[in-house]
């Protein structure tokens, strides 16, 4: 059973934008500690998973990889106990699986998908031309 749960994944044409959102299931996100961070992962056909951003749950620090940025935004909100993914001008290449993920065991925020303990079972974006 997945801890977490992502939402709002569909199909867009390029240039638009679509907004994921990912939250624990059964429990609260401050439920796992003062190091929780979210991550958010892609993983295209063919292709290995990568890194998107991240974001710390107390503090609210972000990370975000570099061919998302300027493009992509992550927010969380801590009284709806939800994470999002904002992504606009979305290109073809943006089309994949996107998973959240949650990690608490680190200071910092990380890129790697080990680090990350908890995930969810992941939205497809398609973003056609």
């Known amino acids: 059973q997945a801890q977490l749960v992502e939402s709002g994944g569909g199909m867009v044409q390029a240039g638009g934008s679509l907004r994921l959102s990912c939250a624990p299931s059964?429990?609260?996100?401050?439920?796992?500690?003062?190091?929780?961070?979210m991550g958010w992962f892609r993983q295209a056909p063919g292709k290995e998973r990568e890194f998107v951003g991240a974001?710390?749950?107390?503090?609210?620090?972000?990370l975000s990889a570099d061919s998302v940025k300027g493009r992509f935004a992550i927010s969380r909100d801590i009284a709806k106990n939800t994470v999002y993914l904002q992504m606009y001008s979305l290109k073809p290449e943006d089309t994949a699986v996107y998973y959240c993920?949650?990690?608490?065991?680190?200071?910092?925020?990380?890129?790697?998908?080990?680090?990350?303990?908890?995930w969810g079972q992941g939205t497809q974006v398609t973003v056609s031309s």
């Open positions: 993920a949650l990690s608490a065991r680190y200071i910092d925020l990380r890129e790697w998908e080990n680090d990350y303990d908890y």
């Open positions: 974001i710390g749950w107390i503090g609210g620090s972000t």
């Open positions: 059964g429990r609260t996100f401050s439920s796992y500690g003062s190091l929780t961070a």
